[in-house]
């Protein structure tokens, strides 16, 4: 009997697939994983003490580096939080545009986390190339409405900061009538692959239980089987307008977050069809408030949450009647859809180890704050 | 090239050299070519693969160096040259310099025994396959080498998967060829290539060599073609089989702490070794250098069988020869990229699950086809086939492919529904929270 | 499995578990990336497309990029009058969120009081986030964001732009975004139009326009004596001359001055007359710059000439800049006093009158006060 032992390996904070500065202590029998540890904190950039120190609006710009990839869905989540806060109602037409972004969000995050895990799991990029360029599509349509692609900044308490120019629409028609072809031409590619289906299925399985004791939210709780979307639970904004349907899974593992996902964007795109047929038009109404630029909440906090593309997104206020929030506290689904790594990488060999992380689809400028 | 020396030296020019001095001409020019083309082909490799994969992501690929970016790859080494050679520290520095030498090495000694054209191969070895799968399972020691030498865990574990792997798929590679020189009686890559003229299934007819007559339009060169193929995918380090070195999860595996122009030789080696993986598949199953007008071009040049031939007909014949090999080495070098285009890798143990519970069945069962294609093509009453004895030709052909056909077929499936996964619900979605 | 929720529900995703994989899977996948592979030989240029190279080939090709497009704030002027739209309201440095907006308000000389001007406006380019909070809450619609992006450098400290290199043209940002310009357009003017009135002189006035707006000022009365004219020209290194010019150009102003306060004239001649007092107190201004920096570079040397050479020419220099001063002072009032009657012509003619007489009067104030400055460093060493 030869004796053996164990082998520590440190995956990251520099590694191709960490998605980030973030670092994995794995302890690895052969290719087995026995233990691993997240450690994150690499990216720690202060951002809520930042965000006590400026004032309500100026902390608009940095929610968008909170998550890069769903700027419009953090600032979603904060501008409610604030209009919570100061008793701002928004105008029909504001609400409708925010319906519209924070949906392409969704779809671009989806699009974006299906092409990283196909990456992860070692395809040379072309799911995400394709991902990719749907991405940028709708990145154009940011930047039509906000000025930036990623940073959008788009969302204002009361409103957002400009009305749709006019070539917006006609462009958001064009990518909706794209859609259905590159959902599909994905699931062709990817769902049936017999490669992804071994790499992918009855791994890293999150079992109901362990998915609520963790307090893990968005697809990934869905993909364990619970029917939990803040949109239906406690509809925000005017999310109790819209037809749509929550997949779930039905396993718990990596490949039913993937194909939650899939189904995610579907139900997305018909979201996106009936705000467009919603939409009202632009007379009378103001969707730039520009006169809130200087919020003076009355004192008392506020939490407010959204369906943000990874998980439930809140944003906590305290204000004690200054132009600056006293507290501000993020809950970021990134964070803690983050935390069962370790249980769900257990057991499983290292190659898996950065699937399972790929399909948790973290942002690390969300986990680190 | 010997022949075509020989013959220029001796019977055009009339000079009447000694034949040591025909040969060692001869060698020289070879090596002398194989050593040009080698990195050549490395070159042409990457930048088709590079251009090749991002038109499938929708993308253009390189195009700045150079017309169409025909230079980037000498810009490519341009930069590994240039770049600083790091040691890392705690390294065992001659196994870690020596490691690329070791891979590289073996990959050119393969060149030794392709042949590219007729009469355009540098040594017809008779056992030129036996030759092939040998030497190029050196390189697998120099794998080891750099991971161990490197003093890195990635590099560790890389060179762990690699040499498992490679050891691996030695065996299905060497059965599935196994099949075709049960076809051909012999191991002579020269012979192999010979075999596969004229007519598919028929060979020659009627005198006409139309140079098509492809192991892989049977159904056991098929299988065996396929089975050989993915098995050159994982040794030549191709996705999905790419395992030593994938880099989502092991960095770059045995190769992480190599810079400069040391890792330029492990792309070196891995190139020219998916060049000669290709071309070895070509020159068995896809008929080398066999192509319509090859042999009747042939005919009338400078060979062993006739020396008074015209040496325009041996360049002629040297051309179409290389061109339509090529061709073939060069499609097939397509399907590789066409496959690391659409697929992810698979995990370490699914690769050895999917080498010793699928393709080695399956080149056994493959085998057995073979031998009863021989049987039924060949075989008279003495060696047991009374049955089919006065059997017409065609016949017999009919029998053996429908045979083999089936066989092949059955084969598969079966080890399909065997290898397919349960589809029994894991209990750990309800059940307790306890993890393996 | 099929939970009610409102308006719509759950669904459980299809795992394909019915097919055995055989290998149609890795088939079906090689196909989509066939389909990609045929098609990219042409061009993806629409959004209903999924498939086609969609690379832009970025140095030689370009996006058309929104109007919206957002990188680096700029500031605007208006290129007929050449005033800024910024009065330094510090609104943008207020809500800045990573505070890189650094302003002075202009303030005018003579009062010392506030003027809707800017003096000085930096912005840290490189420490910047582009999120166009400060073109949002420009209330004088001054501060716009750019578009463009190429600002690589390796010179970081040229990131930290000052107003001369902010400016620009407000056409060249209604050419880039022309509708947003458009909306804006009416409103910013208006208010520039108010915040002129309280601007004096050059205060306000984009530094590019400045030297254009000199220049003009300078042309305007061709009608001066010639020698003088060419005299203080060329007197760029002969500060003798200069002096001789300064006090010359300070005697004429007198004279003219004088003229005008003795003599009731018509407007015509008044304007005249001040135009060249005007410019009889720029030209001293000028020459007695010229005179305080000749002297100070002489004394650099500290040679015993340029020594003994150099109090005497500051203490010229100081005189003709003091006389100059007072000349323009005089001028002013004069041209204050005319104002007084309120006659139509006189009207039409003050404003510009006062400004160049104030700017003349600065101009000599500044310059006496250099020269004044150098006498005592001459004197202390």
Redesign the interface.
Known sequence: MLSTDE?Q?NIGPQ???THGVFRLLTRLEG?TIIELTPVFGYLHRNHEQLGEA??Y??????T?RLDYFNSMANNHAYALAVEKLAGIEVPERAEYIRVIMVELTRILNHAGAIGFL?????????QL??SM??R??IL?LF??????RM?C?YFRFGGV??DL?P?FLP?LQ??L??MP??ID?LE????????????T??IG?L????AI?YSVTGPMLRA??I?YDIR?AE?YSIY?R???????????DV??RF??R??EMRQSRRILLQALEQLPDATGSHINP?AR?NVRPPVGDAYTRIESPKGELGFYLVSDGSTKPYRYKIRAPSFINLTPLG??C??H??????VILGSIDIVLGEVDR | MRDLIDGLLNTTLGLGAPDWLVSLISYVAIVTIIFLVAPFQMLFFTMYERRAIARMQDRIGPNRVGPEGAFQPIADGVKMFTKEDIVPAGADRWVHLLAPCVVVAPTMLLFAVVPWGPGMVPVDLNVGLLFFVAISSISAIGIMMAGWGSNNKFALLGAMRGVAQMISYEIPAVLSLLAAVLLAGSMSLVSLVNLQAGLPFVGMLAGIDLGLGWLIFTPVGFVGAICFFIAALAEGERTPFDIPEADSEIVAGYMTEYSGMKFGLFYLAQYILNFLLCAITATVFLGGWQFPGVNWLYERAISPANPAGNGLFNVLAGVLGVFAFLLKTYLLFYVMIWLRGAFPRLRVDQLMHFGWKFLIPLSLVNILSASLWVACMQWGAEQGMGAIEGWSPWARLALAFVLTFAINLVGYIALVRIQAPTRRRPSRLTGSIAVP | MSIQIQRGKAITVDRRTRKTPMGQGLLRGLGVIWKHWSASFQKNDSYKKIQGTFTIEYPEERRQLPEAYRNMPILLYDEQSGHEFCTSCFQCERICPPQVIHMTQAKDPATGKPVPAVESFEIEYDACMSCGLCAEVCPFEAIKMDHTFELSTHDHPSLTVDKTALNRPTTYYAQIAPRMWEEVKENAYKKLAANMKRRSDLIGIAPQMQEQLREQLARAPQAEPAPEAVASASTTADDKAARLAAIRAANAAKRANSENGQAAQGDATQSADDKAARLAAIRAANAAKRAAQQAQASEAPETAPSESASPADDKAARLAAIRAANAAKRAAQQAQASEAPETAASESTSPADEKAARLAAIRAANAAKRAAAAAEKGQEE
């Open positions: 082998l390996i590694h191709p697939s290719e400026n004032s609006l100026q902390n608009m710009p940095f968008d196909f990456n992860d799991m070692g395809a040379w990029q072309t190339a394709f360029r749907e940028e599509k154009d930047e039509m409405v906000s000025g930036a940073m900044n900061v400009r120019p070539e462009a064009d990518l009538e794209a072809a590159f031409e062709r590619l990817l769902s049936e692959n017999e490669i992804l289906l071994a790499r299925q009855n399985i079992p109901k239980e362990l004791s364990s089987g029917p239906k509809p109790d819209f037809d749509f349907d929550i997949p779930i899974g039905s396993v718990g490949y039913d194909l939650v899939i189904e520009k630029q249980d769900l257990r057991g060999k290292i190659a898996d180890v950065v």
